[in-house]
């Protein structure tokens, strides 16, 4: 679509004329969305031909006010006999947002928690194939501690360098599906994926090195031959 081109609007005889494309790409219910005046809008939203009575000329579903922070709506209320809300609240007014963001809430939800059961199954077995050399350890003197204290250091390294080089392959196949899928890149959404990764990858792995502790130093000496 260029500007120019002369759309016409579904099921009705108005014809619309492209004057302008704005810059980012918005949606309503993953479709496209169009800016028109009020009163084209109003004869496609009734579908009456001509002039509009006067009753839909006073009608609209809603109106974008810009106020200070913490200004009073209720005079406004009271004046239009309307409700006030923030922007926030009137996202739940799109077919099937909330159920949507539900949905997609308790996906991520799962699959943090999986993320912890892998990483916390891989760490399990990291732990079980250094049993000897950790047992050496501990007969050479280490304390339980600093074997927990180094474990867990190198759990943070890989935890770290992982997600890193998971996000940017994830920034980069994101950056290409921008402008061909309903897809958007949040500086704040990114980074607290990344730290929520990060602390519930430790979190598993914590649960997966406790296992050092109850490794027998006695094994490097040949105990259980």
């Given at each position: 679509?260029?500007?120019?081109d002369v ?64 200004a009073d ?153």
């Amino acid at each position: 679509m260029e500007v120019g081109d002369v759309l016409t609007a579904d099921k009705s005889e108005v014809r619309l004329k492209v004057v302008g494309l704005v810059d980012d790409t918005v949606s309503y219910g993953h479709i496209g969305v169009a800016y028109t005046d009020l009163d084209t809008w109003r004869h496609l939203h009734y579908g009456l031909p001509g002039e509009l009575p006067e009753a839909a000329l006073r009608q609209a579903t809603a109106v974008a006010l810009t106020l200070e922070d913490g200004a009073d709506t209720s005079a406004v209320e009271e004046t239009t006999a309307t409700r006030a809300d923030t922007k926030e609240t009137t996202f739940g007014a799109s077919p099937g947002y909330t159920a949507e963001s539900s949905t997609m809430a308790l996906i991520k939800g799962f699959l943090y928690a999986i993320s912890a059961l892998v990483i916390g199954a891989f760490f399990t077995v990291w732990t079980v194939q250094r049993k000897p050399e950790i047992a050496l350890l501990k007969a050479l003197g280490a304390p339980t501690g600093y074997i927990l204290r180094d474990a867990l250091v190198q759990v943070v390294a890989v935890l770290v360098g992982a997600t890193a080089l998971g996000t940017a392959i994830g920034l980069a196949l994101g950056s290409a599906m921008i402008g061909k899928a309903p897809f958007s890149l949040s500086a704040p959404v990114i980074a607290t994926s990344s730290g929520l990764l990060i602390a519930f990858g430790v979190v598993g792995a914590v649960v997966a090195v406790r296992r050092i502790t109850a490794v027998d130093p006695l094994t490097a000496l040949g105990a259980t031959r």
